[in-house]
T-cell receptor, first 114, second 113 residues
Framework: ETGVTQSPTHLIKTRGQQVTLRCSSQSGHNTVSWYQQALGQGPQFIFQYYREEENGRGNFPPRFSGLQFPNYSSELNVNALELDDSALYLC?????????????FGPGTRLLVL | GDSVTQMEGPVTLSEEAFLTINCTYTATGYPSLFWYVQYPGEGLQLLLKATKADDKGSNKGFEATYRKETTSFHLEKGSVQVSDSAVYFCALIPRDSASKIIFGSGTRLSIRP
């Protein structure tokens, strides 16, 4: 059973640029959630995707958007990057088929915005 | 709204000491409760969970009991090891929403040999 994987591991961008982060869910999981973890803080929920549809969103502006693909992998897109977007971005997968709410996390993508 | 409050760190202990990290929550109804651990440079790992009142989650010598009356889910371990050094996050999933995990701010634990 493969775990959650994310790419890239590290990324440096400049203010105003756009970025795409990728996540492959754990085998058998159909739900992907994204979180932002600023330095020294707990993760904050961005949004969740289930069956290719957004299924809940946290308090993040529309320039944070996402996709889920038929194989349940997912992308997080952030437009017009700001310095405060510098953080560790975590992806988590789970399965709603069996009402399994436990989410399993990937290693994260560390984004630095200069 | 729903929230999690956990004791501020850093917590520094000697090896084989007893560990308690306090966690309390505010939520409507009966959420599911979790402890996650984050080792240096890594993502989050699920440590243990409890889904209803009086349940005890346990793993790797760590334990936490879901206390409805005190809205608490304190993490304990009888004898810590250097390898337990990490950041520990208490978290909940609201009963009415399986979408999002609400995390506490984390407690950094350092164990001295």
């Amino acid at each position: 059973e493969t775990g959650v994987t994310q790419s890239p591991t590290h990324l440096i961008k400049t203010r105003g640029q756009q970025v795409t982060l990728r996540c492959s869910s754990q085998s058998g999981h159909n739900t992907v959630s994204w979180y932002q973890q600023a330095l020294g803080q707990g993760p904050q929920f961005i949004f969740q995707y289930y069956r290719e549809e957004e299924n809940g969103r946290g308090n993040f502006p529309p320039r944070f958007s996402g996709l889920q693909f038929p194989n349940y992998s997912s992308e997080l897109n952030v437009n017009a990057l700001e310095l405060d977007d510098s953080a560790l971005y975590l992806c988590a997968s789970s399965s709603k088929i069996h009402n399994q709410e436990t989410q399993y996390f990937g290693p994260g993508t560390r984004l630095l915005v200069l | 709204g729903d929230s999690v409050t956990q004791m501020e760190g850093p917590v520094t202990l000697s090896e084989e000491a007893f560990l308690t990290i306090n966690c309390t929550y505010t939520a409507t109804g009966y959420p599911s409760l979790f402890w996650y651990v984050q080792y240096p440079g890594e993502g989050l790992q699920l440590l243990l969970k409890a889904t209803k009142a009086d349940d005890k989650g346990s793993n790797k010598g760590f334990e936490a009991t879901y206390r409805k009356e005190t809205t608490s889910f304190h993490l304990e371990k009888g004898s810590v090891q250097v390898s337990d050094s990490a950041v520990y996050f208490c978290a909940l999933i609201p009963r009415d929403s399986a979408s999002k995990i609400i995390f506490g701010s984390g407690t950094r634990l350092s164990i001295r040999p």
